[in-house]
């Protein structure tokens, strides 16, 4: 658990599952992203699926896993709408980077879509390589994908 400025990161439970999803618009505007929010993430990956939680709920999460190659991906990461510009999205990926290092990750791994211009800005602010990968999401669907290298020696926020 990391505590940070009255708000602590910690893994997420399937009652913040299900409270994000509720409060969907608060972390995604018009855009529903309902259908990318998979519970089966929570249950097999509880260790880095993670909540931001404050006195007044939850103000952030990160959903992700760690491949078998040592790749940390990032299915899905959100702060709530009151909470942007507070650096939390930037302490949610240090916790996430944090907890795939314990379970073996070299690597972070990311994608979004092309016209996702505030996540493009976000991830290189955080130093990824970010390329869009034509057809990635299928035939005429590319994305952008982002990578970054883990240090040897400890999180990189």
């Known amino acids: ?27 995604w505007g018009e855009r529903d992203l309902r259908s990318l929010h998979l519970l089966a993430l929570v249950q097999e990956f509880g260790s880095t699926c993670l909540v931001a939680r404050a006195e007044d709920g939850i103000r952030g999460y990160v959903f992700g896993f760690v491949t078998p190659d040592g790749t940390g991906y990032v299915h899905l990461i959100a702060t709530r ?4 510009g507070t650096g939390l999205g ?10 795939a290092r314990r379970h073996g990750a070299r690597r972070l791994k990311a994608i979004t879509s092309v ?5 493009v800005a976000f991830h290189r602010r955080l130093g990824f390589d970010a ?6 999401d299928g035939a005429g669907r ?12 400890g999180p990189r926020s």
């Open 142 to 153: 590319p994305m952008v994908v982002f990578h970054r290298e883990l240090p040897l020696d």
């Open 81 to 84: 709408d009151d909470a942007r």
């Open 131 to 136: 390329r869009t990968v034509d057809d990635y």
């Open 115 to 119: 016209g996702n211009t505030g996540s």
């Open 1 to 27: 658990m990391i505590l940070t400025m009255g708000t602590h990161i910690a893994p997420a439970a399937v009652a913040d599952f299900h409270q994000v999803v509720t409060d969907h618009a608060r972390y």
């Open 90 to 99: 930037r302490r949610l990926y240090a916790a996430f980077a944090e907890a």
